[in-house]
């Protein structure tokens, strides 16, 4: 992650500050940098993840990776078929010695909430996190409780043909920023995880690298990264591409178009840049766009995944030409 030498000194510290992350997640994941950068960009972005995969490959342990890597709040849901709501936002108790009801906080009221097999729980209790994931608020009894920033759902999941999952509604996989795959490892990552793990988890010696105030300051210059009109207009083109697309039946919403440029900001400034470029959005599309989208039933008969349509799609829509156009330029104007 090199930086650019124009850029200003939050943005160095940014690249500085999210290398010390990134080194520290990956030294309890081996061989996954690209999942890792892409963890990193989703809380950049004020997003939130899902990472869903078969038993055994690393998903819990990279959630927890990055939750011990920042020195915040964390707390971790185990999601289960008789999980309530109550149990995730928080219920009103009655206070016998001041006669009133308190509001008792669930664990969803953190910095990061690692949600463990989000979709072991049934939709009623799935929807406890539409609106804090949303609005960054919960409201019990009327009652609106703010959730502190930075606020971080990591979710995992497997596959729905595991037995005994439900699968995530439209609006529950809508407000994850993106959806990555952990993937097996590579043979030579495996052996060195032998002996790396071996002993102890490498997770009890991991300790924090960044501060919660630190991580707000890199959200905030996240936000001042520059995304000019042509951008726009090209996340705006490959979205409506989707809801076009004869091999979908739902295509992205307008959220995930906003978050597609929120997560080109992330990853622009991860690169030490102050501005959005074509290829920013287009190592994004797939994770941003593929989970929210439902494919036809032809595409289903030909066994097409979304995220190959997404490719195609990419390969398809026009790029803004030229460096000018893309980014804006390099002016004082932002």
Do not use: W
Request: proline letters at 8%; one cysteine or more; aromatic letters at 4%.
């Amino acid at each position: 992650m090199a930086v650019t030498p124009d850029v200003g000194p939050e943005l160095t510290e940014l690249v500085t500050t999210a290398h010390r992350i990134r080194e520290a997640i990956e030294s309890v994941i081996e061989g996954k940098g690209d999942v890792v950068r892409l963890t990193l960009t989703v809380l950049l972005a004020e997003g939130h993840l899902l990472i869903e995969d078969v038993p055994g490959v690393g998903k819990t342990m990279l959630a927890k990776a990055l939750a011990r890597s920042i020195d915040c709040p964390v707390r971790r849901v185990q999601f289960t078929p008789d999980l309530l709501p109550s149990d995730i936002t928080g219920v009103s108790a009655f206070n016998q010695q001041t006669r009133e009801f308190e509001f008792k906080p669930g664990p969803v009221f953190a910095n990061i909430v690692v949600g463990d097999e989000i979709n072991r729980a049934s939709p009623k209790t799935q929807s406890a996190l539409l609106e804090c994931m949303e609005e960054h608020q919960v409201t019990v009894d009327g009652a609106t409780h703010p959730l502190e920033a930075p606020f971080m759902v990591i979710a995992t999941q497997n596959p729905i043909e595991m037995e005994g999952t439900y699968p995530l509604p439209e609006a529950q996989r809508d407000r994850f920023t993106a959806r990555i795959a952990m993937g097996y490892p590579e043979p030579a990552a495996e052996l060195e995880m032998l002996d790396v793990h071996g002993a102890a988890s490498p997770l009890d010696k991991l300790q924090p690298v960044a501060t919660t105030a630190e991580v707000r300051a890199l959200i905030e210059a996240v936000r001042a990264v520059y995304v000019s009109q042509p951008i726009k207009k090209y996340a705006i083109d490959l979205v409506t591409a989707t809801r076009r697309s004869p091999d979908v039946r739902l295509g992205a919403s307008p959220r995930a178009t906003l978050h597609l440029v929120r997560a080109a900001r992330a990853h622009a400034a991860l690169d030490g840049r102050d501005y959005v470029i074509p290829d920013d959005l287009q190592a994004l599309a797939v994770p941003v766009l593929a989970h929210r989208l439902l494919p036809s039933l032809e595409a289903q008969g030909q066994r097409r995944r979304p995220d190959q349509v997404l490719e195609e799609i990419v390969r398809r829509v026009r790029v803004p030409e030229g460096r000018e156009k893309a980014s804006g330029g390099a002016g004082p104007a932002r």
